[in-house]
């Protein structure tokens, strides 16, 4: 039987896990900043509902379940479920008593956006609130910035706007003497 070779590691690297051990820690802080974890292979980072619209559309099948503060497509939450179940690691997640389908069925999405709108609303007043700014913007991580512009056709060989700056050839030296054209000198 074939064995695997070992993962080689330069020294004082991190491996990157695919998925992050759930916390009631985690959800506490979540419910309480109103965001959402992000459960996504490898990667980790915040989603707000003031986003929601804009994900759906970049990200279909996005779901946020609000009891958990965790969102992610369908796909995502189901192998999440299974590592937050199966893993010694994750022997205290609060999700590990859940299955992938509570989570799920207990989550906005975009089908039933309309349907729990009044929720929603309350919780992106609850968040601006938060903020104190009384405007909100979306949380975006880098990745998802960079799909949106390549998604949107990015720059894609559109020439931004040239600003004029003089260059060595345009700007006139004072210590010479302005050059004198042909018909200058003949004019002498």
């Known amino acids: 039987m074939a064995t695997q ?6 020294p004082g690297k991190k491996i990157k896990k695919d998925w992050q051990v759930y916390s009631g ?7 309480a900043e109103f965001y959402y ?6 990667k980790t ?8 619209k804009l994900r ?3 990200h279909p099948g996005t779901i946020y379940n609000s009891q958990f503060r965790i969102a992610g497509t369908e796909a995502n939450i189901r192998a999440y479920m299974v590592f937050q179940r199966t893993s010694p690691e994750a022997l205290n997640s609060p999700l590990r008593n859940n299955t992938a389908d509570q989570i799920i069925a207990g989550a906005f999405t975009e089908g039933n956006y ?4 009044s929720a929603i609303d309350q919780e992106i007043a609850n ?11 979306a949380s975006i991580s880098l990745e998802d910035s960079s799909s949106l512009l390549r998604a949107s056709g990015g720059l894609s060989g559109h020439l931004t706007k040239k600003i004029a700056v003089t260059t060595g050839k345009a700007r006139k030296k004072p210590s010479r003497k ?3 054209t042909h018909q200058e000198k003949e004019k002498k």
Not at 5 to 10: E, F, I, Q
Not at 45 to 52: P, Q, R, S, V
């Open 45 to 52: 980072g915040n989603l707000h509902i003031t986003g929601a």
């Open 56 to 58: 759906f559309k970049t």
């Open 127 to 137: 968040y601006r609130a938060f903020k104190g700014t009384g405007v909100a913007g």
């Open 5 to 10: 070779p070992p993962t080689v590691v330069s």
């Open 178 to 180: 302005p050059k004198i």
């Open 37 to 42: 974890i992000k459960v996504e292979p490898r």
């Open 25 to 31: 820690d985690a959800r506490d802080k979540a419910a």
């Open 114 to 117: 309309a349907e729990y709108k």
